[in-house]
C-alpha cells in the first residue's frame, strides 16, 4: 500500500463529488477506477464515469497527469506514475503511486518485488533529477506494472511455472533497473563533489594572493596552491579511469562539502611536505641553484596533494627512529630449551 493510502469503502468514493475529500489520495482513484471499470462492463458506464473524471481531474490537478499507469480487474488495485509541471524549478516532479495490498494478499514474493519497486522509486524521486529520474522511474513503473499483472485475473498466467518463470524475469529487470539508479546517482554526486573540489580550489589560489608579498610565506603559498591543484587532478583521473565512487544517497550538500574538503587535506600535506624539504629534515637531490629548489619543493608539493599515500609515507621516514632499547634485568635472559627440536635432532 502506497504512504498516501487511506482505508475507505467504495461508497465514498462513487457518490457525490461534494463528499469526497478536495485532494483525492490514489487510493480513491483506484476505487473510482474500479467502479467506473465494472459498471462499463454492465452498460452502465455512464453512471460512474462523470465521478471518476471528477476524481481524476482533483488527483491530477494536485499531483500532476497521469504518464503511466495499471488497473486490476478483479481488484481494487493499480499503479501509476504522475507528472506535475514547475514553473520553478523547470524540471518537472514524478511520482510513483501504487495501491496493491488487496491483489497481493496471496502473492508475497510479488508483494516483496513491489516493495522493492517502492523502495528504488523513493530513492529516484530523491537522488536523481533530471533524465536519469525520469528514466528511472518508468523502468521501476514498468516492472511495477509487470509484477500486478502477474494477479489480475485478466492478465495473470495460466500455469504456476509461467507464473515463476515471468516473477524471475522481472527480478532481473528490476536489478538492471538498480544498477541504472546507482550509476546515474554516483555520476550525479561525483559533478556535486567535483564542484565543490574546483570551488574550495578556487578560493584557496585566490586567498594566497594576499600572501605573495611576504617572502617568508612563499613557500608554503606555493605549496598550498599546488597541492590543491594535485588534489582535483587526482580526482579527474581517478574519475576518467572509472573507479571513482562517491556517497551519493547522503544528499546533495554533503557530498559537495566532501568535494570541498579534498583540497584541503592535499593543501595541508603539501604545506607540510614542503616545509620538511625547506627545513633541512629532508633533502631534494638539487643542487643548481634556488630558483630550481623551489621548482622541486612545487613538484613534491603538487605530488603530496595528488597521492595522500605518498605524503603520509615521506612524512613518515621523516620522523625520527628510535632505536630498540636493550630490555634489562632476568627478562632480557631467554630461557633455556626445555628438550632439543626437530632441527637439533636431525
Not at 179 to 207: C, D, E, K, P, W
Not at 261 to 274: K, Q, S, T, V
Not at 315 to 326: D, I, K, M
Request: charged share 20%.
Amino acid at each position: 500500500m502506497s504512504a498516501t493510502s487511506q482505508q475507505i469503502t467504495p461508497t465514498q468514493v462513487t457518490t457525490s463529488s461534494t463528499s469526497v475529500v478536495e485532494e483525492p489520495s490514489f487510493t480513491e482513484l483506484v476505487y473510482a477506477h474500479y467502479a467506473w471499470w465494472r459498471k462499463r462492463h454492465n452498460g452502465k458506464a455512464a453512471d460512474a464515469d462523470a465521478t471518476y473524471r471528477d476524481v481524476l481531474r482533483r488527483f491530477e490537478s494536485h499531483n500532476g497527469r497521469l504518464v503511466d499507469s495499471f488497473w486490476c480487474s478483479n481488484l481494487e488495485s493499480g499503479i501509476a506514475l504522475t507528472e506535475q509541471k514547475r514553473p520553478f524549478p523547470f524540471q518537472p516532479r514524478l511520482r510513483f503511486h501504487r495501491e496493491s495490498d488487496w491483489a497481493t494478499k496471496q502473492s508475497p514474493l510479488i508483494a516483496t518485488e513491489l516493495h522493492r519497486c517502492d523502495e528504488l522509486a523513493i530513492r529516484a524521486r530523491t537522488v536523481l533529477t533530471g533524465v536519469r529520474q525520469r528514466i528511472c522511474l518508468h523502468l521501476v513503473t514498468a516492472s511495477a506494472a509487470h509484477l500486478l499483472s502477474l494477479v489480475d485475473a485478466a492478465t495473470a498466467p495460466s500455469t504456476n511455472e509461467d507464473t515463476v518463470a515471468a516473477l524471475e524475469h522481472e527480478r532481473d529487470a528490476l536489478k538492471r533497473a538498480e544498477r541504472y539508479y546507482r550509476h546515474a546517482a554516483n555520476g550525479q554526486a561525483q559533478i556535486l563533489y567535483f564542484a565543490g573540489m574546483v570551488t574550495v580550489a578556487v578560493l584557496i589560489s585566490v586567498a594566497t594572493l594576499l600572501f605573495l608579498t611576504i617572502d617568508e610565506w612563499r613557500v608554503g603559498v606555493a605549496a598550498l596552491v599546488a597541492g590543491a591543484v594535485g588534489a582535483v587532478v587526482s580526482v579527474v583521473q581517478r574519475i576518467n579511469a572509472g573507479g571513482f565512487q562517491v556517497e551519493y544517497d547522503v544528499g546533495r550538500p554533503y557530498a559537495f562539502f566532501l568535494g570541498g574538503l579534498r583540497p584541503l587535506i592535499g593543501g595541508a600535506f603539501a604545506i607540510a611536505i614542503a616545509f620538511t624539504f625547506s627545513s633541512g629534515i629532508l633533502h631534494l637531490p638539487i643542487t643548481e641553484g634556488k630558483d630550481h629548489e623551489r621548482l622541486g619543493l612545487v613538484v613534491v608539493s603538487f605530488l603530496a596533494g595528488f597521492s595522500e599515500r605518498w605524503a603520509q609515507d615521506t612524512l613518515t621516514t621523516a620522523l625520527p627512529q628510535q632505536s630498540p632499547q636493550p630490555t634489562q634485568g632476568p627478562a632480557a635472559e631467554a630461557p633455556e630449551p626445555a628438550g632439543l627440536s626437530e632441527h637439533d635432532t636431525a
